[in-house]
Nanobody, 124 residues
Framework: QVQLVESGGGLVQAGGSLRLSCAAS????????MGWFRQAPGKEREFVAA????????RYADSVKGRFSIARDNAKNTVYLQMNSLKPEYTAVYYC?????????????????WGQGTQVTVSS
């Protein structure tokens, strides 16, 4: 069955960096787009970034453009989210998700499998 396991979250000071990883299994990873979403306490889940099946196309939320970078390694069935210049408002649970197709869509409805999430806390 499809499994998505996130790692790399933690506590970091404002201005710091973290790299999240998502190890995927149970499907042909190289044929599907992958995305990252986040959900802060009391808020709805929101799109962060997505990458197409081959990695050529990426998409970012306006709030993270220039700070975050999404990448994938199809040989390792892993997608990454490099987060730089972190802000306290980026504190959230970050979720990896498998898209239902190969395109890097921004909507939750574009994704059909989700990981358990990893907590990212940015202190001021």
């Amino acid at each position: 069955q499809v499994q998505l396991v996130e790692s790399g979250g933690g506590l970091v000071q404002a201005g710091g960096s973290l790299r999240l990883s998502c190890a995927a299994s149970g499907f042909t990873f190289s044929t599907y787009a992958m995305g990252w979403f986040r959900q802060a306490p009391g808020k709805e889940r929101e799109f962060v970034a997505a990458i197409s099946w081959g990695g050529r196309n990426t998409r970012y939320a306006d709030s993270v453009k220039g700070r975050f970078s999404i990448a994938r390694d199809n040989a390792k069935n892993t997608v990454y989210l490099q987060m730089n210049s972190l802000k306290p408002e980026y504190t959230a649970v970050y979720y990896c998700a498998k898209c239902s197709d190969g395109l890097a869509g921004p909507r939750s409805s574009d994704y059909n499998y989700w990981g358990q999430g990893t907590q990212v806390t940015v202190s001021s």
